[in-house]
């Protein structure tokens, strides 16, 4: 069977695609993802679509951008076109390939989103998903991070899309060698100082043990039906117990701690990353540490993850944290944002504006002149802190939440204020508008 039949089989296994699908393709210039450009063109060009290739150039090499010219040459003779997308700004000096590796993805999740394509491809194979797990192992990961890297990932606006999971690097090279294409080598994939190096200098030495790479991968392909059928179960909890309110806090019934351990705990995972707005899930160490406090009698509140829980009628009020919310941010008129991971805003008018938490000390002081507030918004006071607010030179001039406007006259500042957590509760983040 030819590598490009197994490709096409992978694609159907991601379907469904719109017709005349436009792919873009996540292309360093290295063999896997090069190999996977000229699959995906192929492949797009029998369905009617086209391909977009799209190289990141983080500028930490001196070479970087005239690699990425000399991988846009190679996709041009082929005829497909090449965007690169550049990180630009101050590079940290700690923690810098975690760095990369998130403005990469932002980047390149970015362009989809202002271009409307819906899937982006990314070269992954199948010795990066048995280095994924090993690495995964020694840190003592449970079930989903042993699951390794999924096929199909729901960002906000475009799906990620590994097809070349179950294809050897080997493969791929002999691809590319017999249609005469040339790659590049990254000198860091030779470069002892990472873990993912190591492990594959001594692939021999593992493979010899017993631990080959498709058996690897086998193993975290029965973990990740594994994870799959937990997150379901784990979806159907939180739509049993949990209300999420429109203003980012939510409500959730003390039945939720009577589920297994395990639903209970990835319940209380999901609902915290909901609402704080981060990319990632809280460590599942402080989870568990959590949910089993909170299943003793003498539970009355507690702090995870920028939120807090609190005890309120029989049911459990979580609210964000105000002193956990990302700074204030200054509106630009015509322009659309997101704010502390939680909130898209969009500005129509109005110069010298600020979104950003109301804050505890504004909170009270504006529950104080405005005593009838409480009684007629459905918003528990202790979730009033953290709600949006838009200030001015002056202060704060609305809460719209709240339904309050400092002043009755003149236009609406926003054209959108809505809760839109960088990750949903349950299923998919994928929102196509």
Known sequence: M????????????????????????????????????????????????????????????????????????????????????????????????????????????????????????????????????????????????????????????????????????????????????????????????????????????????????????????????????LEAETAASLARHVIVDSQGFAWVERALLDEPVEIRHRGLARLLACLNGEAYLPAMDQVERLGLSMTGGAWRGGTLAGCRLLLRQGRILIVREPAACAPPLRLVCGQSCLWDGRWRAATARGRGLFLGALGGPEAQELARRTPGLRESVPIPFPAWASLPAIRDARGVSAVPGLGYKRSRQGPEPLTELSFAPRRSLTGSNLLLS
């Open 2 to 229: 030819t590598l490009s039949t197994v490709f096409s089989r992978h694609m159907s296994a991601l379907g469904p695609f719109e017709p005349g699908p436009h792919l873009a393709v996540a292309v360093s210039g290295g063999s896997d993802s090069l190999a996977l450009a000229l699959l995906a063109q192929s492949w797009a060009q029998a369905q009617g679509g086209r391909v977009t290739a799209l190289t990141v150039d983080h500028g930490l090499r001196d070479d970087s951008r005239a690699e990425a010219l000399q991988v846009g040459h190679w996709l041009r003779k082929r005829g497909i076109a090449q965007r690169i997308l550049t990180w630009e700004g101050e590079k940290p000096k700690q923690g810098l390939m975690a760095a990369a590796r998130q403005a990469r993805y932002r980047l390149l999740e970015d362009w989809c989103a202002r271009k409307g394509v819906l899937h982006l491809l990314l070269a992954h194979q199948i010795e990066d998903q048995a280095e994924t797990l090993l690495m995964r192992l020694a840190r003592g990961s449970g079930a989903d991070g042993l699951a390794g890297m999924a096929s199909i990932v729901h960002a906000r606006q475009v799906r990620l899309l590994r097809p070349l999971l179950g294809v050897k690097r080997a493969n791929l090279k002999a691809y590319l060698q017999g249609l005469g294409q040339a790659w590049i080598d990254d000198p860091s994939n030779e470069n002892q100082v990472f873990e993912r190096v190591r492990l594959r200098a001594n692939a021999p030495v593992l493979a010899d043990l017993g631990l080959r790479v498709e058996a690897l991968a086998a193993s975290a392909a029965k973990l990740a039906a594994q994870k799959r059928h």
